[in-house]
């Protein structure tokens, strides 16, 4: 079965919007990271929260985790133009090396 | 300090011949993970270098893939012969071996994009 399912598969809003993209997964974890593309360029890290951890924060995104409920949260406040992408959450299951298992993605477009 | 480079950015190649794809990871970062995309899928691990050692290579699809990192520097994957099938976005990622679980922000390349005709 897939771990880091997100949803919705595409979402689109208006400039200054906030965007909120969530993912689920099956089994423990270490981390779990969430990672932007934008169209035909590389992954981009955004932010890492850790299996201990509830909340982060960085610049405009805000991520949860609900390691009870196994999922997790990315919003995106005051949205820009510039979020339009694909964006990735990606878990570290626990006892692996580190290798991680991504779900299909969230396609953002934010219209100015 | 640079970031995670792969070489060539794009190739076009016919089914049956070979191609080898390269990536750098950051300077200092021990770990080196492929990934690839296959068109309209979801990306998937491919194998796990820990320095020049192959930690993991459960991803690795068949015995068409091959990948090494003599040094444990850059890395290579080449793939021999390919297939249609192979078509899709390859990515190279490093990080810093963990101080203990948790540990481990992958930084990505750009990707090769290989086109298999």
């Known amino acids: 079965s897939q771990q880091g399912e997100e949803d919705p598969q595409a979402l689109s809003i208006q400039e200054g919007e906030n965007a909120t993209m969530n993912c689920s997964y099956k089994t423990s974890i270490n981390n779990l990271q969430w990672y932007r593309q ?29 390691t009870s409920k196994k999922s997790s949260s990315l919003l995106i406040t005051a949205s820009r133009a510039a979020d339009t992408a694909s964006y990735f ?22 219209k100015p | ?36 995309r296959v068109m309209g899928k979801e990306i998937k691990f491919l194998l796990h270098f820990v320095k020049e050692s192959k930690q993991d290579e459960s991803g690795m699809p068949n015995n068409r893939f ?10 290579t994957l080449k793939v021999q012969p390919a297939e249609l099938e192979d078509s899709g976005v390859y990515f190279c990622a490093s990080s810093r071996l963990g101080q203990g679980r948790g540990y481990n922000e992958q930084f990505f390349g750009p990707g090769t994009r290989l086109t298999v005709l």
Do not use: M
């Open chain 2, 66 to 75: 091959l990948a090494e990192r003599t040094g444990g520097t850059y890395s």
């Open chain 2, 1 to 36: 300090e640079a970031g995670v480079t792969q070489f060539p950015s794009h190739s076009v190649i016919e089914k049956g011949q070979t191609v080898t794809l390269r990536c750098d990871p950051i300077s200092g970062h021990d770990n080196l993970y492929w990934y690839r």
């Open chain 1, 38 to 66: 934008n169209s035909g360029r590389g992954l981009v890290h955004l932010i890492l929260i850790r299996s201990n951890e509830r909340e982060k924060h960085s610049g405009r995104l805000r991520v949860t985790l609900d």
């Open chain 1, 89 to 110: 959450c990606a878990t570290d299951r626990s006892g692996n090396t580190g290798k991680l298992i991504f779900g299909q993605g969230t396609t953002l477009q934010v």
